[in-house]
């Protein structure tokens, strides 16, 4: 009885495993004030419904946009300058302008009808912290002549 009930565990395991589809979310990289457009792709998903969420390291998931059909709006504490969310066909994007360091975080989209509901893909934004003209100046500018001893 027990060995029955031990393989019918290691049986659900191993299909609950071989069911799960892994997949790892892109990487985007942005300086600080540079623009980074994050898309999602819905074709072949019902699309009534639309989320983009936002999952920071350490802090809760937000609800960056939603939307119903064709219209897609933002929640109300990314309902600045800096962030946009567009619809053109079946892919929506969502904007980022002059990117802060807070903004680095994984952006997840979501679409489907009120009972069923699909993640669609992820993106991992990281947010360099330097700012690059600066470092370009710094890299390509003046010479600078640095003289090293032995002792």
Request: contains cysteine.
């Amino acid at each position: 009885m027990l060995c029955g009930q031990v393989a019918l565990i290691i049986l659900s395991a191993v299909m609950m495993i071989s069911s799960l589809e892994l997949s790892h979310n892109p990487l985007t990289e942005a300086g600080i004030g540079e623009t980074a457009t994050l898309t999602c792709n819905v074709t072949g998903h019902e699309s009534g419904l639309f989320y983009w969420y936002k999952m920071s390291c350490g802090y809760m998931i937000q609800t960056v946009a939603l939307g119903y059909f064709d219209s897609v709006n933002l929640e109300a504490q990314f309902k600045i300058l800096r962030f946009e969310v567009k619809k053109v066909g079946n892919v929506y994007s969502l904007i980022i302008r002059n990117i802060q360091k807070e903004d680095e975080a994984t952006y997840f989209c979501q679409a489907g009808a009120a009972y069923r509901m699909v993640f669609v893909n992820g993106t991992n934004l990281a947010v360099n912290q330097y700012d690059v003209e600066t470092s370009r100046k710094t890299l390509f500018g003046n010479t600078t002549t640095v003289e090293t001893s032995m002792y």
